[in-house]
């Protein structure tokens, strides 16, 4: 599968963006797609994961960021809302399969698409 982010930009704390994820090559509904960012000078952290069995959060965007997906669309959205110059970032989408692998684990995703770059100023 392949994947295409897109949606980052420039907003201010407060401001609200969307990131979207289209997959080509396969359905998502087949995978755990999932949500990663990387800030400058550090590692790169999960955010949020989206499959037909659920949805799950890091605790750091838990009730700000929602995460959801369009099936006919073949994409995952991550609605984030109430940014934080903390949220600043290049976000990453993933692909997995189902797994015993914890979802937070950016390990256990085999698929990535390239970064788009969030940036929020305070």
């Known amino acids: 599968v392949q994947l295409q982010a897109s949606g980052g930009g420039l907003v201010q704390a407060g401001d609200s963006l969307r990131l979207s994820c289209t997959a080509s090559?396969?359905?998502?509904?087949?995978?755990?797609m999932g949500w990663f960012r990387q800030a400058p000078e550090k590692e790169r952290e999960f955010v949020s994961s989206?499959?037909?069995?659920?949805?799950y959060y890091a605790a750091s965007v838990r009730g700000r960021f929602t995460i959801s997906g369009d099936n006919v669309k073949n994409t995952v959205y991550l609605q984030m809302n109430s940014l934080k110059p903390e949220d600043t970032a290049v976000y990453f989408c993933?692909?997995?399969?189902?797994?015993?692998?914890?979802?937070?684990?950016?390990?256990?995703?085999?698929?990535w698409g390239q970064g788009t770059l969030v940036t929020v100023s305070s």
């Open positions: 989206w499959s037909k069995f659920g949805t």
């Open positions: 090559g396969r359905t998502i509904g087949t995978y755990v």
């Open positions: 993933a692909a997995r399969s189902f797994s015993s692998t914890p979802t937070t684990s950016g390990g256990g995703y085999a698929y």
